[in-house]
């Protein structure tokens, strides 16, 4: 790498309207946010919606979704493209939201725009590549990959005598349960009598003996090994690598990483990469530097767009005990925000992120200025989900925060005018 880059990179952008009508100079902070960003050499998002037009898309929605059904309009991607993003990480638990045409029709309007953008593919040797942007300075890659998604949305291989599944880059958990030797010995027995020994495995979930109860996490080798070779790939090809990682786990409102994700993340700097940029849990986790080089476990929310959603398919109705013949998007809205589901994000945390400003010189970080931003949580709900700058006050109340997640990684950054900094010896 030569001459000096800034990186601008957000989190989770659930755009379900347009948001280009707000960048104007009577919006003071969104204009801002928009010139923030237009301000770094390249800028990154993950993309956790599909980007079509409902009337006339020729697909349905798929039996298995990431938690809901998410979609907005195409000019999305001209929106988030004029306020400088060029790119756009596809691998999450919502790529497969609307099938396989879903994800098809999406790459299709990024595509028809020059928009880079990485993480899914009609197999899972496009999925797992890397996209490039040809930049004065150099080249950028960036790879995109998810832990969390539904199973129909993983991308399979292809093979010489049978075409790969369309789909995202997934890094699949494998997840055993652990009992003590008497519960196991007592549930194996219930399962035998039942019939089906396998039923558990069957739900992904299967038993294992040992002496401490728990649910034993590890990651699918190969699936690891096939996103490290990316990388170095791309470090081969490139002169900044990105990583964009998308993990829910262990669920939304836990703020500590899982240990294997701060393994995964810590050997993607070995791999090459620049820096790990995280989200999915749709609020802040801590930051880290290995190796001379930034790690982001989670950069929360930079467009929540949950009440827009409309129409919803059948299915979202029952999974608050709706009758979707008779109930209306609002109706679900609302069930859906009084339950303790965990599609139930309504608290401050979900609304609080950060833009982070990261600088490059000849192949070195520098270090890195975080720009908070709010999300107004408390405007009305067309409006709600939309980012701004914060102001400083607030913006101080999300810095702290973020400097009390990343204490444990023995981290320290200061504060000055509501910008946070870190700053390399």
Sequence with gaps: MSGEWRVAAVGDAIVGTRISQYDHPGDSRFAALSALVRDADVASVN????????????????????GSYLLGPPAVADDLAAMGFDLFARANNHAGDWGIEGLIATSAVLDARGLSHSGVGMNLSQAARPTYIDAPQGRVAMVSFTT???????????????????GCNGITVERQLRLPPDTFSLLTGVLDSHGDPQLFKKAGLPLTEGDEPGVVESLK???????????EKAAAFADLVLVNGHTHEPANHVTEPPPWLEDLARR???AGAQAFLGHGPHQLRGMEIHLDRPIFYSLGNFVFHREVQDPQPAEQYEVFGLDPSGAAPHHYLAARDA????LSMTGPVYYESVVAMLTFRDGRFLGVSLHPIELAREAAPGSRGTPRLAP????????????????AYGLDMTVEEGIGHWQAE
């Design 47 to 66: 993309l956790e919606t599909s980007l079509f037009d409902l009337g006339s898309f020729r697909g349905w929605p798929a039996a298995e979704r990431g």
């Design 148 to 166: 969390t998604f539904p199973t129909s949305s993983k991308a399979a291989a292809q093979r010489s005598d049978i075409v790969g599944r369309p």
């Design 221 to 231: 080798a190969s699936d690891v090994e096939r996103v490290l070779g990316e990388i």
């Design 268 to 270: 993607c700097i070995e």
């Design 339 to 342: 339950s303790r589901h965990l």
């Design 392 to 407: 400083v006050e607030h913006g101080e109340e999300i810095l702290a925060r973020l400097a009390g997640l990343s204490k």
